[in-house]
């Protein structure tokens, strides 16, 4: 939409009405094999709109979705948007008793479920007293919808509101509601147009929509008039498919998606010339799998490195900068990085510390958990508000910002710090390695000592113990691995994170006897 950066705010409701009546029929959602127009999608939020208000719902209550992907799904959180309520998407992997939390903690006022959801809920229904309303009976949710043509009382959306409560996804812990305000998810709208949003785009989306990562890419997607195309469970073969039929120009994916994609014997038999960019986030993104995307994927290949809660981000071109694909990229235009070591002091330059940031999309802080927010929060001399990554990180020369671990997982050994990203890459130059995890444990020597997880390649023969003679014959004395353990898969979470906590936690029962043996394949230990 020409100007649409021209404003200092617009909230993407009104964005999505203008759409509507500028191209009415241009597809604005499609989802196994159904498309929504603007002119529907703008008249079902007004439906949805309406039934909120109807039900006593004002502007800055909430909202919960959880369910599967579905047309269904992307009209409630935007209907709820546009009568200026908050929407808490919450994960339906997680256990009935944390989603039941969740709810409670995100004060909603009706919670939107499929099937599968209900049934994880229903024994908890007295912790939270949200009403239900089922999002995949079709009749149900028509017989809850305002009537057609009804429009709901305008709201003039505000951009410190909240625009939703994103809840981390329990890697580290219990789930924390992350507030993000319209202001945000207009930043990022912003952001979006250097990397060629537009009437044009079509967004191919294959990570859940209560998921950020998803959101990051539809919101700006539906923004600037452009398709957003939702992708249910994901499957390799799938998703390029309907790439190639779609004529897809823009995807988010998480880096186990391009892997699987690009190991497909068949990848370059599918034409995938339309693509403009592709973008990844959440998880760590190695270089050679950056370089392989660039060597045989068409188009742009954009690294962003941020959190949910948002603060600071950096930007990699990775098809402008193929010599730092070891990196995260610089930070982004308008935001401010800075290193500190643990007593909340920069660092000298060149050296490593906790990567905090400031921008003008930061969450307003962790839902109902003061006590958090301030945890997450650093201050500068000047008294200006930063969020903590929990990331530890070293610029080089020319400001691009290289990664060594999440500062959770720094082991310390012997009274020196060892980052177990370096013994990950070690581990995975093996040839018979396809993906490793190393994480600490406690060691009544060391303090701490690490421990690698391995899943081998098809096909591949080595043993746990000649991987660790191999390693330790590569890594310095005091990284030197202590056992290696193969298992079948990595842990991880719905958007691809590897679970170091799950890794830790079942190691610590096989070690005290807890779990005879290992379930998911062998192990060796070693000095």
């Known amino acids: 939409m020409p100007g649409i950066l021209d404003q200092p705010f617009r909230a993407i409701p009104d964005l ?23 002119a529907g999608l703008d008249a079902l939020m007004d439906r ?11 502007p800055r209550d909430a909202i919960a979705i959880c369910a599967a992907t579905s047309l269904g799904y992307a009209a409630v959180f935007l209907g709820a948007l546009r009568a200026g309520i908050a929407v808490a998407p919450l994960a339906p992997a997680a256990t009935g008793e944390s989603l039941a939390g969740m709810v409670a903690d995100s004060g909603a006022k009706l919670v939107f479920l499929d099937d599968a959801s209900a049934r994880a809920l229903a024994p908890f229904r007295a912790r939270y007293g949200a009403r239900h309303v089922p999002l995949d009976d ?26 939703n409560i994103i809840y981390s ?14 202001a945000m998810r207009w930043g990022y709208l912003q952001r979006a147009a250097a990397y060629g949003y537009g009437p044009d785009t079509v967004a191919l989306l294959a ?16 923004g600037y008039g452009g398709t957003a ?56 993104f190695s270089a050679p799998l950056k370089a392989d995307i660039l060597a045989r994927w068409p188009g742009g290949l ?9 603060g600071g981000s950096c930007i990699l071109a990775a098809h402008e900068r193929p010599d730092k694909l070891h990196t995260v990229g610089r930070p982004s235009p308008g935001h401010d990085i800075r290193l500190i070591d643990g007593e909340g002091r920069e660092v000298a330059p060149g050296e490593p510390g906790e990567v905090v940031g400031r921008s003008p999309v930061m969450m307003t802080g962790y839902h109902n958990q003061p006590g958090k927010t301030a945890e997450a929060e650093w201050f500068d001399a000047e008294g200006r508000r930063y969020i903590r990554t929990g990331d530890i990180g070293r610029f080089d020369a020319e400001g691009f910002l290289t990664l060594l671990d999440r500062k959770k997982d720094l082991i310390i050994s012997g009274g020196f710090n060892i980052y177990p990203s370096d013994l990950e890459q ?29 899943v081998l390649r098809d096909g591949a023969t080595a043993t746990a113990a000649e991987l660790l003679t191999w390693a330790n014959g590569r890594l310095g004395r005091i990284q030197r691995l202590s056992a290696v353990e193969l298992l079948d898969t990595l842990p991880r979470s719905e958007i691809g994170k590897v679970m170091k906590r799950e890794l830790r936690d079942a190691y610590r029962a096989r070690a005290r006897g807890q779990v005879p043996g290992n379930p998911h394949g062998t192990g060796v230990s070693g000095t």
């Open 207 to 222: 990570t859940p929509l209560y998921s950020n990562t998803t959101l990051v890419c539809f919101f700006p997607a539906l």
């Open 48 to 58: 949805v709109a309406a039934a909120l208000q109807r039900e006593g719902l004002a």
């Open 229 to 284: 195309v939702l992708m249910g469970k994901f499957d390799a073969a799938a998703y390029v498919a309907l790439a190639e039929r779609q004529r897809a120009t823009h995807t988010m994916l998480v880096p186990v998606q391009y892997r699987r994609i690009m190991a497909l014997p068949d990848f370059g038999s599918h034409d995938l010339s339309s693509f403009r960019f592709k973008l990844c986030t959440s998880a760590p």
């Open 426 to 454: 070690v581990l995975c130059a093996h040839p018979d390695v396809k993906e490793v995890a190393v994480v600490g444990m406690p060691s009544e020597r060391w303090g701490e000592t690490p421990v690698a997880f391995v």
């Open 169 to 182: 996804s329990g890697t580290t812990g219990a789930p924390k509601g992350i507030v993000q305000p319209h």
């Open 16 to 38: 999505i009405r203008a759409h509507a009546a500028q191209r009415p029929g241009h597809a604005a959602l499609v989802h196994a094999g159904r498309v929504l127009d603007y």
């Open 138 to 163: 079709a009749r149900a949710v028509d017989a809850w919808l305002a009537p057609e043509g009804a429009a709901p009382a305008p709201v003039s959306i505000q951009p410190e509101w909240a625009f």
């Open 302 to 310: 954009v690294e962003i490195y941020g959190l949910t809660e948002g």
